[in-house]
T-cell receptor, first 113, second 115 residues
């Protein structure tokens, strides 16, 4: 059974720092992995999608990597800003699923001005 | 990109009443939709898979008589929380899948508070 773990559960850093969020999954048989952002009381914003055949994806200050063989993904945020404060969720789409996603519990990120 | 619209975004209801949440795919047809629930500080948990024209598939531990799902058309799925209790207060969010290797699309979520 696929399990997704995110470490750390919470992170607080000063503005301007570069940081890395971690996501690990137990079964490498996945279609893709997605990183999302969730603001308090709000829905989900898709940040980056990495296909199983890809190693990384970049969007602006965000870079996500995928090492399928080791079951790991990282989300790198460069030059963090207070507006980056949110909960970041990763989710994988298993190959044997009916398109459903398996979610990590998220990392709550606080960027201090 | 594809858009999934979820309504209402917030609802407060009294214990014992029922609440309906709608999830619409605006520019594509969704034969399948997923309904998730999120408790505070926890991750999303799949409640059920809604299938157009057939019965929904519920995850273990989810009461099908309490959480009624209807997927009457290719663009609309509804979740009705019946005889709501305060412990049903949660964040509910729907999702429609893209093709196998594309991203999933999410509604804006519904914050349900049962008083």
């Amino acid at each position: 059974k696929q399990e997704v773990t995110q470490i750390p559960a919470a992170l607080s850093v000063p503005e301007g720092e570069n940081l890395v969020l971690n996501c690990s999954f137990t079964d490498s048989a996945i279609y893709n992995l997605q990183w999302f952002r969730q603001d308090p009381g709000k829905g989900l914003t898709s940040l980056l999608l990495i296909q199983s055949s890809q190693r990384e994806q970049t969007s602006g200050r965000l870079n996500a990597s995928l090492d399928k063989s080791s079951g790991r993904s990282t989300l790198y945020i460069a030059a963090s800003q207070p507006g980056d404060s949110a909960t970041y969720l990763c989710a994988v789409r298993p190959r044997d699923s009916n398109y459903q996603l398996i979610w990590g519990a998220g990392t709550k990120l606080i960027i201090k001005p | 990109g594809a858009v999934v619209s979820q309504h209402p975004s917030r609802v407060i209801c009294k214990s014992g009443t029922s609440v309906k949440i709608e999830c619409r795919s605006l520019d594509f047809q969704a034969t399948t939709m997923f309904w998730y629930r999120q408790f505070p500080k926890q991750s999303l948990m799949l409640m059920a898979t809604s299938n157009e024209g057939s019965k929904a598939t519920y995850e273990q531990g989810v009461e099908k008589d309490k959480f009624l799902i209807n997927h009457a058309s290719l663009t609309l799925s509804t979740l009705t929380v019946t005889s709501a209790h305060p412990e049903d207060s949660s964040f509910y969010i729907c999702s429609a899948p893209g093709r196998a290797n594309t991203e999933a699309f999410f509604g804006q979520g519904t914050r349900l508070t049962v008083v």
